[in-house]
């Protein structure tokens, strides 16, 4: 009979973590589960439902003594915890001390207390920096955050820890997760051209749980997990997509709303050598639309039309590319645009 591994799981009130947390759920024959979350009403409603399955611990990821017990006597970690943007963009100090610090404490405790556990961790799209007249990526690629993209620069600074450890460990540099995204700012960050590559929660989350089984093939690499040529689409038709859907009509907004230049997101070349691996593709960008459809009623359809003019133009306020062409903030628009 194979001895039951002890898995750590962070980040699971997340939207991959979530996904991450409900396959693993289906294994509990094979692992014995413990999901590491910050205290606070969202997590605690989320990951209490699951506290006669799997043991729930709460925490600060910052505090290194806080993740002493959680390490101990783990053959796999998989690290999702992260300060997100737009809030990481906005608050890169305490986004650094989340993503880069608190792995840091993460795998030194680890090293101590776990030293033969498996890490996988998950990275981001964002450390490739702007691809946008070179879309095609692999990762032998240069990385390189863009400007203002302060989660790129944590995501660098945890893979360089992670890499220099005396763990085993993983990466898996996920591009655009798509589902249960809200909209924010950043959504005027990427420039309309923009190849854009998805994948959903539900796959990605997969992926994670069919790593732990392939520790030999994944050991010490670099991942980019896409979801592959069916979940390619531009960012422009992206948009108009997903207006459609929620009832908001056209992309019809002024001229310079959108960045021209510095954001991240393309197409994944060799996204195929991690689906070869584990097989955890299932999803198409047309399941998505349609995940997403079956969420939007009639009513809430009608509704969202009838005041979609309101909504735009609150929209058009969070568009930083749009402020600072309207005020002439020079140092902003030669972030966001190509100046001639």
Known sequence: MTAIKNVLLTGASGTVGFEILHHLCKLLDRFKITVFDLDNKKSRKKLLKFKDKVEVVFGDITQKDNLIEVCKNKDYVIHIAALIPPIADDLPELAYKINAIGTRNLVENLEKYSPNTFFIYSSSISVYGDRLLNPLINVGDDIKASEGDEYAVTKIAAEDIIQNSKLDWTIFRLTAIMGNHKVSKLMFHMPLETSMEICTPRDTGLAFVLALVHQNQLSKRIFNLGGGECCRTLYSDFL?????????????????????????????????????????????????????????????????????????????????????????????????????
């Open 240 to 340: 108009i997509e997903s207006f459609n859907i929620f009832g908001m009509g056209g992309v019809d907004f002024p001229k310079k709303c959108f960045a021209e230049k510095n954001f991240h997101c393309g197409y994944y070349e060799d996204g195929h050598k991690l689906e070869d691996i584990l097989k955890f593709r299932h999803d198409s960008i047309s399941d998505y639309y349609n995940h997403e459809k079956k969420k939007v009623s009639i009513i809430q359809r009608y509704i969202t039309k009838a005041i979609s003019k309101r909504i735009k133009k609150r929209l058009l306020n969070k568009s930083e590319p749009y402020q600072a062409f309207i005020k002439s903030d020079k140092k902003m628009i030669k972030r966001f645009f190509n100046i001639t």
